[in-house]
């Protein structure tokens, strides 16, 4: 007999809303969205929990996981007062606040296990009434005038509106040919967890448990924390990223060694990392959210916060949409795509001059303690990119060179 969330057991009928995948834009639309009283499937094709990377959150993402009634249980989040920039070569470091940003962003976020999180966020559509299917992988799926629809193994179901939230797998923009290359960020990414970190290791991460963002000539390092003694360590490299590469480098350096006496390293994982846009991230009766309309390098830690930002404002267009019988209207989502296409454009062009220019050692490296314009760097770090009072989000929107992609 099928259990709760397998494929054999999805009812045979028209969906308001489909959505393929329950990451934490996949989720977060869901339940936005089954909150409000529409009814949803999300067609998974993993079963939870499952490891995922992308484990620290910002500031920016919290209020729609407040609006979820996601509790932030000791068990799965740790809290993150800000980052800590670090250069080994020179010894410099420098931290950086959420406290210090400009007024009006949460000042706290989280890291945070991503199986245990993908799985409370999934938890929590299910609560607001979203149906969630396992094991189910979409191969194909279609926006049409009268309607969507998705198939999986053979089976077609059918909705009034299409979500694609499938991660890097970034189905739809694969099956439109629409997902456009950024160029001279990172490319690939090793990473490892290890468990059992001693309690000197653990008096050292805190009380702040800053990410650690370790600046180095072959790419860059994070160090995260995350509950039960765990930490996680990554490295990502413009080139291909290795485990000697890992393991000579960031693992061999202070930082990470000293952290790490006596505790056990876990798998290691090596992902391609190429940052993208979906050149149509919106269409009549569609929109992609999270790492399927947009994935950038991960260096500020931008991904899963974008992703519930994203998910907020589709389902806080499409819901109403659907009561009315506008969720076809071809002009519906063009607002939440100018304001998404801020915030891509807002961390693309910070992380461009991270890897391009000498912002690493002069802006997080340098000692810029009290300097005037620090609350809006802050800002940007805390994701609070939809302001515009924020003069170093305005520069980096207004300067000229924005060589990072493909096509203009
Ligand atoms: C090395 C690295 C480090 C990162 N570090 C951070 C970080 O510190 N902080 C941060 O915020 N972000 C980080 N990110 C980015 C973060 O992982 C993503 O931005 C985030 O997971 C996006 O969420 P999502 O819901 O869009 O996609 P995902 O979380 O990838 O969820 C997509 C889901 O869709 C499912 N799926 C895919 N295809 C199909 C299909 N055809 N049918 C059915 N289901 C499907 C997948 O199984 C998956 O569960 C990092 C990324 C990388 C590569």
């Not at 209020?63 to 000791?74: I, K, Q, S, T």
């Not at 800590?84 to 400009?102: I, K, P, Y």
Request: charged share 20%; aromatic share 8%.
């Amino acid at each position: 007999m099928s259990a709760p969330g397998e494929r054999g057991l999805v009812p045979e009928r028209d969906w308001d809303v489909l959505v393929i995948g329950a990451g934490p834009g996949g989720s977060a639309t869901a339940g936005l969205l089954a909150q409000g009283g529409h009814s949803v499937l999300v067609l998974e094709r993993e079963h939870f929990p499952r490891f995922h990377i992308g484990e620290s959150l910002l500031p920016a993402g919290l209020g729609v996981l407040a609006r979820l009634g996601v509790e932030p249980c000791p068990e799965t989040f740790v809290p993150k007062r800000g980052a800590r920039f670090v250069c080994e070569a020179t010894g410099r470091s420098q931290a950086f606040s959420f406290d210090e940003a400009l007024d009006g962003c949460s000042r706290s976020a989280w890291h945070v296990e991503r199986a245990r999180f993908d799985t409370l966020l999934r938890d929590r559509a299910r609560a607001h009434g979203a149906t969630v299917v396992h094991g189910v992988n979409v191969d194909a799926a279609a926006a049409e005038a009268d309607g969507v629809w998705v198939e999986a193994a053979g089976r077609r179901y059918r909705g009034r509106f299409l979500v694609d939230a499938s991660g890097q797998s970034r189905l739809c923009a694969r099956l439109g040919g629409t997902a456009e290359p950024y160029h001279r960020f990172g490319s690939s990414a090793v990473f490892t967890h290890y468990e059992g970190l001693s309690d000197e290791a653990m008096a050292e991460l805190g009380p702040d448990f800053d990410i650690r963002i370790v600046v180095r000539s072959d790419g860059w390092g994070w160090v995260i924390p995350l509950t039960g003694k765990r930490l996680s360590v990554g490295l990502v490299s413009a080139g291909r990223a290795t485990q000697t590469m890992l393991e000579e480098g960031l693992l061999a350096g202070p930082l990470v060694s000293g952290l790490t006496r006596g505790a056990r390293r876990l798998d290691t994982h090596v992902v391609a990392n190429y940052s993208y846009r979906n050149a149509r991230p919106v269409a009549p009766r569609f929109a992609a959210v999270g790492d399927a309309a947009c994935f950038l390098d991960p260096v500020f830690s931008s991904g899963v916060t974008l992703a519930l930002r994203a998910a907020e404002s589709v389902a806080d267009c499409v819901g109403p949409a659907l009561d009315q019988g506008r969720e076809g209207d071809p002009e519906l989502l063009l607002a939440h795509g100018e304001s998404m296409e801020r915030a891509y454009l807002t961390f693309a062009a910070l992380i461009d001059r991270f890897y391009n220019t000498q912002i690493a050692q002069t802006l997080f490296l340098g000692n810029v303690e009290g300097m005037p314009g620090r609350p809006g760097v802050m800002s940007v770090l805390a994701g609070d990119v939809w302001r515009s009072d924020n003069p170093f989000q305005e520069m980096l929107l207004g300067a000229k060179r924005r060589p990072a992609r493909a096509k203009p």
